[in-house]
């Protein structure tokens, strides 16, 4: 059985027998990880099924019209970020090019999105075609798909006061951004893309950003296009939905709106063995060890185990991707991260 298939079938069938998982690894990580095995790339060192793809993207604009300072860099999206303390490693601070309660609609309107080169398509195409060549599943990549995006345009307090105070000037740059999503989502699905990877952070730690009904006007009928979008184009193309923190409120209807997987399943914000039991037969998941807990600060012998223990609550029930539930950031020891690997064989070992 190709990786390709194994992987789709735990998604789709919950057929864990092949243990599929994935692991990002912080710039820190990576390093120390090139250091230890430089002949071997890292996703195939850790056993992935898939592999990650995005668009490429041009911005429309010079990044000096948004910003002066030259320790801020910009995004395609014109969005700048400098860095902060060397303890910091890889975080940012952003700067939002639209914020401040004198921004008109008019500017909403004419602020520049990415351009989308000519070859950039051609490029994804080639990508699935060569992964699928290989045996392995094709993922693109598209998280901070609406809300994210747009709060890092105009700010997340001014987006949020526009919503209740001044809907015109959110609806002019959700719109926008919402059009320009499904536009990207129909060409990964045309690409041949296996997984879309969507998301937005609507959680906090313990609490939903906003109310369900707030989340229910403003960002599902957007969301709902999205995928639409996508699986008009490719009706077997399986759709994921990222969001940290607790979003369980929320699982219902991203049901509704025919998502099939749930990313990151954040242990540390929610019960993920009553997420499972409740939702399991209804979509998948992708994450579930922790990396504000049991990676960071357990033992390895803790991290083998509860690969297993997660292994067994989807086993027969749940589709499942194991993985930690978010970058593995640099105070993760690395006989951790070893240990993580180590269980995903022991259990593709142990299910032949």
């Given at each position: 059985?190709?990786?390709?298939?194994?992987?789709?079938?735990?998604?789709?069938?919950?057929?864990?027998?092949?243990?599929?998982?994935?692991?990002q690894?912080?710039?820190?990580?990576?390093?120390?990880?090139?250091k230890?095995?430089?002949?071997?790339p890292?996703?195939q060192?850790?056993g992935?099924?898939?592999?990650?793809?995005?668009?490429?993207?041009e911005?429309s604009?010079?990044?000096?019209?948004?910003?002066d300072?030259p320790?801020?860099?910009t995004d395609?999206?014109?969005?700048?970020?400098?860095?902060?303390?060397?303890e910091?490693?890889h975080?940012?601070r952003?700067?939002?090019?639209?914020?401040?309660?004198?921004i008109?609609?008019?500017?909403i309107?004419?602020f520049?999105?990415?351009?989308?080169?000519?070859?950039?398509?051609?490029?994804?195409?080639?990508f699935?075609?060569?992964?699928?060549a290989?045996?392995?599943?094709?993922?693109?990549?598209?998280?901070?798909?609406?809300?994210?995006?747009?709060?890092?345009?105009?700010?997340?307090?001014d987006?949020?006061?526009?919503?209740i105070?001044?809907?015109?000037?959110?609806?002019?740059?959700?719109?926008?951004l919402?059009?320009?999503?499904?536009?990207?989502?129909?060409?990964?699905a045309?690409?041949?893309?296996?997984i879309?990877?969507?998301?937005d952070?609507?959680?906090?730690?313990?609490?939903?950003?906003?109310?369900?009904?707030?989340?229910?006007s403003w960002?599902?009928p957007?969301?709902?296009?999205?995928?639409?979008?996508?699986?008009?184009?490719?009706p077997?193309?399986?759709v994921?939905?990222?969001?940290c923190?607790?979003?369980?409120?929320?699982?219902?209807?991203?049901i509704?709106?025919?998502?099939?997987?749930?990313?990151?399943?954040?242990?540390?914000?929610?019960?993920?063995?009553?997420?499972?039991?409740?939702?399991?037969?209804?979509i998948?998941?992708?994450?579930?060890?922790?990396?504000q807990?049991v990676?960071?600060f357990g033992?390895?012998?803790?991290?083998?185990?509860?690969?297993?223990r997660?292994?067994?609550?989807?086993?027969?029930?749940?589709?499942?991707?194991?993985?930690?539930?978010?970058?593995?950031e640099?105070?993760?020891?690395w006989?951790n991260?070893?240990?993580?690997?180590?269980?995903?064989?022991?259990l593709?070992?142990n299910?032949?």
């Amino acid at each position: 059985m190709e990786n390709r298939t194994k992987l789709i079938a735990a998604i789709r069938e919950a057929d864990l027998s092949q243990v599929p998982c994935d692991i990002q690894l912080s710039p820190a990580q990576l390093e120390e990880y090139q250091k230890r095995h430089p002949d071997i790339p890292w996703e195939q060192y850790f056993g992935l099924y898939h592999r990650t793809a995005a668009l490429r993207l041009e911005q429309s604009s010079p990044a000096s019209s948004f910003f002066d300072d030259p320790a801020v860099r910009t995004d395609a999206y014109g969005v700048g970020m400098s860095g902060g303390s060397a303890e910091a490693y890889h975080m940012v601070r952003f700067h939002s090019p639209l914020a401040g309660s004198d921004i008109s609609v008019s500017q909403i309107e004419d602020f520049p999105l990415p351009d989308i080169p000519d070859d950039a398509e051609d490029e994804m195409h080639k990508f699935c075609r060569d992964m699928h060549a290989g045996g392995l599943a094709a993922a693109a990549v598209m998280e901070q798909t609406i809300w994210e995006r747009a709060w890092l345009i105009r700010s997340l307090e001014d987006l949020m006061s526009d919503m209740i105070c001044d809907p015109e000037k959110a609806s002019m740059l959700l719109d926008r951004l919402t059009d320009h999503a499904c536009r990207m989502a129909k060409m990964y699905a045309e690409a041949g893309f296996d997984i879309i990877k969507l998301g937005d952070d609507i959680g906090m730690q313990h609490a939903p950003m906003m109310s369900t009904e707030m989340w229910r006007s403003w960002l599902k009928p957007r969301l709902q296009q999205v995928t639409e979008a996508a699986k008009h184009a490719a009706p077997e193309i399986l759709v994921s939905y990222h969001s940290c923190g607790y979003i369980e409120p929320f699982i219902p209807d991203f049901i509704e709106l025919g998502i099939d997987i749930l990313n990151p399943l954040q242990p540390e914000s929610m019960d993920i063995e009553a997420v499972i039991k409740t939702y399991g037969s209804r979509i998948s998941f992708w994450g579930g060890i922790g990396t504000q807990s049991v990676l960071p600060f357990g033992t390895s012998e803790e991290v083998r185990r509860e690969v297993h223990r997660l292994w067994n609550l989807c086993r027969g029930s749940a589709g499942l991707v194991i993985s930690p539930s978010h970058m593995v950031e640099p105070e993760v020891p690395w006989e951790n991260i070893e240990a993580f690997r180590s269980a995903i064989l022991e259990l593709r070992d142990n299910s032949l």
